[in-house]
């Protein structure tokens, strides 16, 4: 079955940057639209960006400018490349696959200091 493995969380100082990865393991269904989510403690699930498989991407206001969705439909990778990051941005992140169904990774921790 679709497995979404993400990879690149850690600590970084405000204005730092980090890239997050994921890669689609499992069954051989193709991927609509890859997406990368955050939560923060208390707080909702959201979505920060997401780019479909004709390279069409999403991205929430918070991080425009900032952020930027890149996926390789090849490997079935997606990729977030998080720049000038900010306290706020601090969360899990979630890589999540839709293929008619969906399935989430199981989160990768980004922390920001200030």
């Known amino acids: 079955q679709v497995q979404p493995v993400e990879s690149g969380g850690g600590l970084v100082q405000a204005g730092g940057s980090l890239r997050l990865s994921c890669v689609v393991s499992?069954?051989?269904?193709?991927?609509?639209?890859m997406g990368w989510y955050r939560q923060a403690p208390g707080k909702e699930r959201e979505l920060v960006a997401s780019?479909?498989?004709?390279?069409?991407?999403n991205y929430a206001d918070s991080v425009k400018g900032r952020f930027t969705i890149s996926r390789d439909n090849a490997k079935r990778t997606v990729s977030l490349q998080m720049n000038n990051l900010k306290p706020e941005d601090t969360a899990v992140y979630y890589c999540?696959?839709?293929?008619?169904?969906?399935?989430w990774g199981q989160g990768t921790q980004v922390t920001v200091s200030s």
């Open positions: 999540k696959a839709s293929y008619g169904s969906m399935r």
């Open positions: 499992g069954s051989s269904w193709f991927i609509n639209v």
């Open positions: 780019i479909t498989s004709d390279a069409t991407t």
